[in-house]
Antibody, heavy 120, light 114 residues
Framework: EVQLVESGGGLVQPGGSLRLSCAAS????????MTWVRQAPGKGLEWVAN????????YYVDSVKGRFTISRDNAKNSLYLQMNSLRAEDTAVYYC?????????????WGQGTLVTVSS | DIVMTQSPDSLAVSLGERATINCKSS????????????LAWYQQKPGQPPKLLIY???TRESGVPDRFSGSGSGTDFTLTISSLQAEDVAVYYC??????????FGQGTKLEIK
């Protein structure tokens, strides 16, 4: 069974940093692109970042470029999101998700999410 | 970046009736080399992560009931629920994954029972 379990969320002050982790199991992690998607309270989904199977390619939404870094450790079956210079508008539930191997860039498995709150 | 616009923002349909949600992209998401539309639909129920329903615009994900169907090509797409069930109450999102990211989502459509 595919499982994605996020951790690392919490309350942080504006300008602060946070590192999200995602532990993957139930599939060959190194064979899949992975992604982070976020959802502000009461709002819609926002794609945040993608990372290639071997970590050699990374993509970001413009609003987080230069502040967030997506990475992975295939030996540990783990995905990460380092978030620096956090702003109030980064407050959201952050979902770790797997990009489908047969469905192009669609996302076939999602974690339950971890809440990040940026507030003083 | 490709902008995805869904309509309507909310929708109320009677049980057993058809529900139709539209999604329009600001540029074509049809890849001519393979004739595939890079468009997915998701369902999100309160307190849950999204669930993939449809990819390649019309391919149903494994385990998704056949009352859910996707159609359209190029820039205009539709998600249809042929006979609404109580468990279909949710917010539905389209997403484009054409070319390099960002792989943007529509703003969502809230589906309720009339």
């Amino acid at each position: 069974e595919v499982q994605l379990v996020e951790s690392g969320g919490g309350l942080v002050q504006p300008g602060g940093s946070l590192r999200l982790s995602c532990a993957a199991s139930g599939f060959t992690f190194s064979s899949y692109w992975m992604t982070w998607v976020r959802q502000a309270p009461g709002k819609g989904l926002e794609w945040v970042a993608n990372i290639k199977k071997d970590g050699s390619q990374k993509y970001y939404v413009d609003s987080v470029k230069g502040r967030f870094t997506i990475s992975r450790d295939n030996a540990k079956n783990s995905l990460y999101l380092q978030m620096n210079s956090l702003r109030a508008e980064d407050t959201a539930v952050y979902y770790c998700a797997r990009v489908s191997s047969s469905g192009g860039g669609s996302v076939d498995y999602w974690g339950q999410g971890t809440l990040v709150t940026v507030s003083s | 970046d490709i902008v995805m616009t869904q309509s309507p923002d909310s929708l109320a349909v009677s049980l057993g009736e058809r529900a139709t949600i539209n999604c329009k992209s600001s540029q074509s998401v049809l890849y001519s080399s393979n004739n595939k539309n890079y468009l997915a639909w998701y369902q999100q129920k309160p307190g849950q992560p999204p669930k993939l329903l449809i990819y390649w615009a019309s391919t149903r994900e494994s385990g998704v009931p056949d009352r859910f169907s996707g159609s359209g090509s190029g820039t205009d797409f539709t998600l249809t629920i042929s006979s609404l069930q109580a468990e279909d109450v949710a917010v539905y999102y389209c997403q484009q994954y054409y070319n390099t990211p960002p792989h943007t989502f529509g703003q969502g459509t809230k589906l309720e029972i009339k």
